[in-house]
């Protein structure tokens, strides 16, 4: 069952919409609304959300703003956005967000509803190809490899830069892949070497590369420009490049959207062929000379699974290499790791009230990825980061309608909430009673 999320400061749209999906004949599981981008936000930290049906603007945080953050939440999270304008910028925006669809209003319902329909259906199916695979296969099924001209060039460029490009023929050939960046980065996916408990032939080595290399490329393939190939030891590379335009465009967040494909390939490739993939992912550097180093910086995030067993993205850029004259031992990682959830959590303690206080300040502030801190900071005390925030800043609502004679709206803005509805909605899930029965 799907679970949808409609996003708009006008209540009747939302009313609208929410009797359209009902009655849609979909296999819908909850409805959830939201009148503002802060609420849904919590909505989408809070609840399991397969589809976000968002207005582009709306009041303090505009659509655009929750695509972005939803996208750090849970990137696996599809979005339709909604407008009454047909701005060229604004749907530029959210197709590289992601975005499934970009629909003008007033809408029509048939339109809306082919759009969720479309959306949720091939949410739930693998590709075609992908579905043969796991549905079982004869011997005869051939797997071909990907780009077999180019896989052992692109390999020989991780390895060696200098050696392809000062070939004339291997610069021809990447020429031929448009690979000219010239900002570029890898990410590497390691497959288990135990599947189940047991290791598995080569046979079905070939098949599991095969099938995760499938769903790498279709999710690539819908908003990256790279180049997806094998490469030995029983992985996959990704080889992303960006021009100096789009990387100018969004620089300061690139970074976090290389996180968000991390965690996206990581939940897809489970999800369809229930493995625990390890992803390294490298920094952002200008040059094909640079690919060694950034192939390198890849295969090293990736040996941090040996330390985080039980985590399965790493960026290289988080952490701290430099710190160290040698990769750092299981002592020196305790006290680092414990370091930067302490400086969270004081961060957390100051700012909690903040309006729209979010995960990658947060993260900023630290000097590392949203997905990183989540992890450590789940793993250090328990309870999620947000979970965290919601806790002090119910703890401070209660003691405020306890202990004064302020008004829901005034203990809402103390607390970092837009609207007294939503505040009134997060308090009763957190006490099992809203505030005015708190009062009483």
């Not at 007033?106 to 329909?117: A, G, T, Y």
């Not at 279709?218 to 180049?227: A, F, G, P, T, Y």
């Not at 328990?382 to 002090?392: A, F, R, T």
């Amino acid at each position: 069952m799907f679970n949808i999320l409609v996003v708009d400061d006008e209540p009747l749209i939302c009313k609208g919409l929410s009797s359209l999906l009902a009655s849609s004949g979909l296999d819908i599981g909850h409805i959830y609304t939201a009148s503002s981008g802060f609420e849904a936000l919590d909505c989408v930290r809070m609840e399991e959300i397969d589809l976000l049906v968002t207005d582009i603007q709306m009041g303090a945080m505009s659509g655009i703003e929750l695509m972005q953050h939803a996208k750090l939440a849970k990137p696996w999270v599809q979005t339709i956005v909604i407008s009454a304008h047909e701005t060229f910028q604004y749907a530029q925006m959210a197709v590289r967000l992601g975005a499934k669809d970009y629909l003008i209003k007033p809408l029509n319902s048939e339109q809306f509803l082919d759009s969720v329909r479309n959306v949720l259906l091939k949410m739930d199916k693998p590709s075609p190809e992908l579905a043969t695979l796991m549905s079982g296969i004869g011997e005869s099924f051939r797997l071909e490899e990907p780009l077999p001209a180019y896989s052992q060039l692109l390999n020989a460029l991780l390895a060696d830069p200098g050696i392809v490009i000062g070939d004339e023929e291997g610069m021809r050939k990447l020429d031929d892949l448009q690979l000219k960046g010239p900002y570029f980065s890898v990410t590497k996916l390691k497959l288990p070497g135990v599947v189940l408990g047991k290791k598995y032939n080569a046979r079905d080595s070939g098949l599991l590369r095969y099938g995760v290399l499938n769903i790498a490329k279709e999710l690539l393939d819908q908003e990256w420009n790279s180049i997806a190939f094998y490469s030995p030891g029983e992985e996959i590379t990704v080889i992303i490049q960006w021009d100096e335009k789009s990387y100018e465009e969004s620089a300061a967040g690139q970074v976090g959207r290389l996180d968000m494909l991390g965690r996206s390939l990581h939940f897809n490739i489970h999800k369809y062929l229930h493995l625990n993939v390890v992803i390294g992912i490298s920094q952002i550097l200008k040059g094909l000379s640079f690919m060694e180093v950034l192939n390198r910086q890849a295969s090293k995030a990736i040996l941090w699974n040996k330390e985080h067993n039980d985590h399965y993205v790493f960026y290289y850029g988080d952490f701290n290499w430099n710190n160290y004259t040698a990769d750092p031992s299981a002592e020196e990682l305790h006290t680092r790791s414990n370091l930067i959830v302490q400086k969270a959590k004081e961060y957390i303690d100051e700012n909690y009230a903040q309006k729209g206080l979010t995960i990658h300040e947060v993260a900023k502030k630290n000097h590392v990825s949203p997905n990183y801190l989540s992890y450590l900071f789940k793993k250090n005390t328990g309870h999620n980061l947000w979970e965290y925030v919601i806790k002090l800043r119910m703890e401070d609502s209660r003691e405020m309608i306890l202990h004064t004679d302020l008004r829901r709206y005034e203990i809402a803005e103390r607390v970092g909430y837009e609207s007294p509805e939503h505040f009134s909605k997060i308090f009763k899930k957190y006490y099992g009673i809203s505030p005015s029965e708190l009062k009483k």
